[in-house]
């Protein structure tokens, strides 16, 4: 089989139903990442609230139980940040203080699902946009490393042979584009539900999609509930 599919049914209903985003992966190669959805970003009282972030909560919880009953693989990312940090604008940064680690700012937004495994980056002084050299240190035993040598996402994905990846999160310009630029960059296909992405400011998230999209990512709309594009395909045979 060449390439894969994307379905926008609810499995349980057989019929579609707008708003609510599920997939089905059709083969084994895709994983979905979930980026920042974190109480510092989501939450309106989050020290860097991101516009509309609540709004995709609903969207993106139902394709993490769609990607469940498909059994596909699901990432979380997350900023973990130090207390003090080039990144916040008291060291010379340009934010305010925010996902610092192990406070209620830094943990996944309560009505997010959890099924797999988080990834923390922005960990030491880098802003750490991209999900991409994100750690996992809980489950790096699994894949037969030390607790020393965290997981990266991108071996993670490489040990599952993912070679496409569904993007969501926030914000859109930021973090969300510097993961799935690096995605890209490794060679992925990339797959970008627009309703399950919001952003920091509306215009500058519509240019980095714009951007991915030249650069061969796929933005998924409400209306392409009939399956994917052919050109999200890739080179790639099954």
């Known amino acids: 089989m060449v390439g894969w599919v ?34 510092d970003f989501v939450d309106p ?8 972030a609540l709004t995709i909560l609903k969207p993106i ?5 769609a990607a469940r009953l498909a059994s596909t693989p699901i990432a979380y990312t997350m ?16 934010w305010p203080v925010h996902g610092v680690a192990d406070t209620w700012g830094a943990c996944l937004h309560p009505e997010l699902p959890i099924a797999g495994p ?10 750490g946009y991209s999900g991409w050299s994100a750690c996992c ?20 994905l490489g040990q599952l042979a993912v070679c496409t990846v ?21 060679g ?23 951007r991915l999209r030249q650069g061969g990512a796929v933005l998924l709309d409400e209306e392409d509930r009939d399956g994917l594009p052919q050109r999200a395909a890739g080179h790639a045979e099954y």
């Open 166 to 186: 569904v993007i969501t999160g926030v914000a859109t310009e930021y973090c969300v584009a510097a993961t799935a630029a690096d995605a890209l960059e490794a």
């Open 45 to 52: 009282q989050g020290a860097l609230a991101v516009p509309h």
């Open 79 to 94: 900023d973990w940040h130090p207390p003090r940090t080039r990144h916040f604008r008291a060291w010379g940064g340009c």
């Open 6 to 39: 994307i379905g926008w049914q609810l499995p349980q209903q057989g019929k579609t139903m707008q708003h609510e985003g599920l997939y089905r992966a059709q083969q084994p190669h895709t994983a979905l990442v979930v980026v920042d959805m974190q109480n």
């Open 137 to 156: 240190e809980e489950h790096a035993g699994q894949w037969g490393r030390a607790a020393d040598a965290p997981l990266l996402l991108s071996a993670w």
């Open 118 to 127: 988080c990834f923390r980056k922005g960990m030491g002084q880098e802003d």
């Open 188 to 210: 992925l296909a990339v797959v970008i539900p627009r309703g399950c992405c919001a952003a920091v400011d509306q215009g500058a998230g519509q240019a980095a999609l714009e």
């Open 61 to 65: 919880a139902a394709l993490i139980q």
